[in-house]
């Protein structure tokens, strides 16, 4: 079955720098990978996917890359700020015409921006 | 619009006693998930609903743990008879259909002693 290893387990960052967080996939099949923020005592949320057929999606100060080849994806945050503190987790699963798939996670990054 | 409902948000029992969680996912929401997430883990699926049915139970441990959702509304997970490991949060998420956008609650947090 698919297996999603997730680097680094946490992350220090100084406010307004870069983070960017990496995993990698078994399945080739696998053609969604969403990436999910969690904030302490909270579910996690969607906070941005990309699917196999592209290989970048960028929404305002976060972005995704994937490299199918290599099997790996990875999530970019530019311009940190302390509100972006939690712990993200990737995950992959192969979506069909008529569902996403089940999703498998990685273990999570706990990402902390230091003001 | 109010987001996915879990209660309690916490418990604590001992082991070998009987607990259930309940979720009340999004209006609208057909498609409803119960995944399981250990500490300083990702979230692992138990069970996906679409509608009443049980589309995918393949990771729910079915010696001890059950659910349902007899209308096609709300669920419940129960454990019975909870073991020491089975310490966890237990999400519920919930999406407008089998492609859409995975809603989480803030989850259960079940504590055995």
């Known amino acids: 079955g698919e297996n999603v290893e997730q680097h680094p387990s946490t992350l220090s960052v100084q406010e307004g720098d870069s983070a960017v967080i990496k995993c990698t996939y078994s399945?080739?099949?696998?053609?969604?990978f969403p990436w999910y923020k969690q904030e302490l005592g909270k579910g996690p949320q969607l906070i941005i996917d990309i699917r196999s057929n592209v290989g970048e999606k960028k929404d305002q100060r976060i972005a995704v890359t994937l490299n199918k080849t290599a099997k790996h994806f990875s999530l970019h945050i530019t311009e940190t700020q302390p509100e972006d503190s939690a712990v993200y987790f990737c995950?992959?699963?192969?979506?069909?015409?008529?569902?996403?798939?089940?999703?498998?996670f990685g273990q999570g990054t706990t990402l902390q921006v230091k003001p | 619009e109010a987001g996915v409902v879990q209660s309690p948000r916490y418990k604590i029992i001992e082991k070998k006693q009987p607990v259930a969680f309940w979720c009340n996912p999004i209006?609208?929401?057909?498609?409803l998930y119960w995944y399981l997430q250990n500490l300083g883990q990702g979230p692992e699926l138990l069970i996906r609903y679409e509608n009443e049915e049980a589309v995918d139970d393949s990771q729910l441990p079915k010696d001890r743990f059950s659910a349902e959702r007899l209308k096609g509304v709300d669920s419940t997970l129960k454990i019975q008879p909870a073991e020491l490991g089975d310490s966890a949060v237990y999400l519920c998420?919930?999406?407008?259909?089998?492609?859409?956008?995975?809603?989480f609650g803030e989850g259960s947090r079940l504590t055995v002693l």
């Open positions: 995950a992959a699963s192969r979506a069909g015409s008529s569902n996403t798939g089940k999703l498998i």
């Open positions: 209006s609208g929401h057909n498609t």
């Open positions: 998420a919930s999406s407008l259909g089998p492609t859409g956008e995975l809603f």
């Open positions: 399945d080739s099949a696998s053609n969604y």
